[in-house]
């Protein structure tokens, strides 16, 4: 069968499979307090598969809220979301939500961000054809073709406009195909033209999938509200309106006895006069929204226009205990549903269960994953740029300022220092990779809110990745400064110590990884990172012998700063096997910095053993200390995945 036939046929079924799958999303009762204030009260509604709701209402008045209600990221203490009229639906599998903020990685261009997003949201069988073929009909759809291989842009380059931004953003969810699709203010940033373009777009995808589209949007010109099969009306969290859009005037004339007035648009008038912002009496203000959600409730059973079909059958204590418990379940599996490896298969029709299946979807996106982040940190000066710069500096600068140590005692000091300096300032260093791993974070959040895939995927991609890129910033570094120093001659010792250095520095990069995932704030994150570092350097055992810390630090801290392994293994590596020349002084005898065992065997000279014995480090071994660098930075991801899977903002 040729490639089109495929698609064809692969298009055909799943129509034929969406239509078969009509979806009524429904919910009822909805009221969310948040401290005491009421967010929604009592908003019910129904949408069904083709059909487009358009959520309006002044600022503040519960759009966001119904959103994220409806997409189950918020519980309200009260009501059900249902759909099909099973409250356990999987919303992670079936609806995409297209925030306000768009979640982006700069550095990629249009077409690779849209590409991505349906790689990671199909089964990995899928042909790449068929993948292309959604990719282009997207671009196409959102008028991004001219600025399909334009990068989105960041801090350091700037990049498409905002409202492209915002279409790369409803791309990237309308790619996957969603069967319920959730936008939050989609049109924030776009002309009214472009506004109505975007929006024809997705009634366009919306009728041919049997997509629901929900989307929040404000002022919107009556043209471009006519897209709209429905209207919620919201204000003060209250239901000021439910029903198609073209009973809209009709309702303000006979219901609300405010008639639309001539030329004015119905849904600017309907705003005006439900917003009450500007009313300086608060029980005045509350007392308004309360009487105009009073006439609503009136007017729609006096019409028969129940906000949701299930308002016409019988509520009985049964079908409502069901109901009840139907959405306990479901905000239970919503919590363990935390503790997956991966998120759920969009394309497909439903999850997969099979252990093999699940392992190949979670192996697939992983590898998807580690493409991208690749493709990421090769153009983000910020993820590895700046560092590989840094190092490479400081490369050059310790091979110069401690250029050519030779071997005599009154340089071990020195010598000791260089070595500490190294695993300290590059394991700080490790902070200059947060921007881009926030960047990347949220990204992940955004994602995996939408069911594209779970932390596991991530934290593995984000591990492997950054492997490479960090060995390259330390290779540099260790070529510039290990025979300028003139450390332990040697290629074996040289490795060693590379290794070593790399160990280290992938210990505290991973330490860095996992603060910034529990703190996802720049500056917060930033603080706290370089402030756990400047503390492994005081118990790391080089400022403070080991022999002289206050035990209560010793006991603890010592024991499990990365720093403290590092350092100890970079001079066990450097000092074992060398000898370091003494002062004779005028009287004859023999100074040494360090106590030495040589001078009583006649030489006046310091073994390195006796370095290694004097900061307590000659008894150690190598392998074991090894293995401890590897347990540590192993804890740090293992964190660093618990983090991201229970905290998912
Ligand atoms: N986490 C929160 N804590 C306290 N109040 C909140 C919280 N989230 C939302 N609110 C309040 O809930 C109300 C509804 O907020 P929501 O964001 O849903 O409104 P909106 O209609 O989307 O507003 P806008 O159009 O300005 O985005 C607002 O008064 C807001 O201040």
Redesign the pocket.
């Known amino acids: 069968m040729s490639m089109h036939n495929t698609e064809a046929t692969l298009d055909v079924e799943a129509q034929r499979q969406r239509e078969a799958e009509r979806l009524d999303l429904e919910w009822e009762n909805i009221t969310f307090n ?2 005491g ?1 009421v ?1 929604l009260d009592n908003v019910s509604g129904k949408v069904s598969s083709g059909e487009m709701l358009a959520v309006m ?1 002044p ?8 959103l994220d209600v409806l997409s189950r990221r918020t519980i309200a203490q009260q009501g059900f979301v249902t759909v099909n009229g099973d409250a356990t639906a999987d919303m992670s599998n079936l609806a995409f939500y297209v925030e ?1 903020d768009d979640a982006l990685l700069g550095v990629l261009s249009v077409e690779e961000t849209i590409n991505f997003a349906a790689r990671l949201s199909l089964n990995p069988s899928t042909p790449s054809a068929v993948i292309r073929q959604r990719v282009e009909e997207t671009i196409v759809g959102l008028g991004l073709t001219d600025v399909r291989k334009n990068r989105i842009g960041n801090v350091v380059q700037r990049g498409i406009s905002g409202g492209q931004k915002r279409r790369v953003t409803i791309g990237s969810g309308l790619v996957t195909k969603p069967r319920i699709l959730l936008l939050d ?1 989609p049109t924030s940033g776009l002309d009214s033209r472009t506004s109505r373009e975007v929006l024809v777009a997705i009634k366009d995808i919306a009728r041919k999938q049997g997509m629901i589209v929900i989307a ?1 949007i ?1 002022q919107p010109n009556w043209e471009t509200l006519s897209l709209f099969d429905k209207l919620l009306l ?1 204000a003060q ?1 209250k239901t000021m309106f439910f029903g198609a859009i073209d009973q809209l005037d009709v309702y303000l004339d006979r219901g609300l006895h405010c008639p639309v007035p001539r030329h004015a648009n119905p849904t600017d008038h309907a705003v005006e006069l439900v917003n009450t912002d500007f009313v300086l009496d608060a029980a005045e203000r509350s007392g308004r929204v309360t009487q105009f959600a009073e006439t609503w409730n009136a007017y729609a059973s006096e019409h028969h226009l129940h906000t949701s079909d299930s308002a016409n059958i019988d509520d009985s204590d049964e079908k409502h205990k069901l109901k009840k418990e139907k959405a306990r379940v479901s905000v239970l599996s919503s919590v363990t549903g935390g503790l997956s490896f991966s998120g759920g298969e969009r394309e497909g029709g439903g999850m997969m269960t099979a252990m093999g299946k699940r392992l190949r979807m979670n192996l697939s996106r992983t590898a998807i994953l580690m493409q991208r982040n690749m493709l990421n940190y090769n153009r983000n000066l910020l993820a590895y740029g700046v560092r590989f710069g840094m190092y490479l500096s400081m490369g050059v600068f310790c091979g110069t300022i401690w250029v050519n140590l030779g071997q005599t005692s009154d340089k071990v000091n020195d010598r000791l220092a260089v070595l500490f300096y190294s695993i300290a300032f590059l394991g700080f260093m490790s902070v200059a990779g947060v921007p881009a791993f926030l960047e990347e974070r949220q990204v992940f959040v955004r994602e995996r809110m939408n069911g594209l895939y779970g932390p596991g995927p991530y934290a593995l991609a984000n591990t492997l990745v950054s492997v490479p890129y960090l060995f390259a910033c330390v290779v540099v570094f260790c070529v510039l400064t290990y025979w300028s120093i003139g450390l332990h001659p040697g290629a074996a010792r040289f490795f060693k110590f590379t290794a070593v250095i790399f160990l280290s520095i992938f210990a505290a990069e991973s330490q860095c990884a996992m603060v910034s995932a529990l703190i996802p704030i720049f500056v917060a994150a930033l603080a706290v990172t370089s402030f756990i570092n400047g503390f492994w350097m005081c118990v790391a055992g080089f400022l403070l012998r080991t022999v002289d810390m206050p035990r209560f630090w010793y006991y603890w801290s010592h024991w499990i700063d990365f720093e403290s392994y590092g350092f100890y293994l970079l001079i066990f590596n450097d000092f074992r096997g060398l000898t370091f020349g003494c002062q004779t002084q005028a009287d004859g005898s023999c100074f040494c910095d360090f106590p030495s065992s040589l001078i009583a065997q006649g030489q006046c000279a310091l073994a390195g053993e006796d370095v290694l014995n004097y900061l307590g480090a000659n008894g150690i071994s190598f392998s074991l200390y090894v293995v401890i660098l590897l347990l540590i930075t192993l804890a740090y991801r293992v964190l660093f995945y618990l983090i991201l899977v229970f905290k998912k903002r």
Do not use: D, T
């Open positions: 948040i401290r204030k967010i209402g600022s503040g008045a519960g759009k966001s809220s119904i306000q203010e929040s404000h919201l969290g």
